[in-house]
């Protein structure tokens, strides 16, 4: 079965960096296109950035062009989000996301808190 398990969230200062990671199983990784979302506390889910299948296409939403990179390891199965100059409106729970043959699957999320 489909699995996404986040990994690297955690406490950060203002203006710091973070990486997370996506890893997946259960289907053929390299054949679909992934995404990051995030859920700030209190607010709806928001799409954060995706990528093609093959990595040759990202795109973000507007609040973090510049400052988020998604990249992808299709040796690996594995997802990346770098996260740079981040701010106290970054924090939520950031979810991995794959759409497989019709269907939604989301990882368990992990938490960032940008915070002084």
């Known amino acids: 079965q489909v699995q996404l398990v986040e990994s690297g969230g955690g406490l950060v200062q203002p203006g710091g960096a973070l990486r997370l990671s996506c890893a997946a199983s259960g289907f053929t990784f390299s054949s679909f296109g992934m995404r990051w979302y995030r859920q700030p506390p209190g607010k709806e889910r928001e799409l954060v950035a995706a990528?093609?299948?093959?990595?040759?296409?990202?795109n973000y939403g507007a609040s973090m062009k510049g400052r988020f990179t998604i990249s992808r390891d299709n040796v690996n199965n594995t997802v990346y989000l770098q996260m740079n100059s981040l701010t106290p409106e970054d924090t939520a729970v950031y979810y991995c996301?794959?759409?497989?043959?019709?269907?939604?699957?989301w990882g368990q999320g992990t938490q960032v808190t940008v915070s002084s």
């Open positions: 996301n794959a759409r497989v043959l019709g269907r939604e699957y």
């Open positions: 990528i093609t299948n093959g990595g040759g296409f990202r």
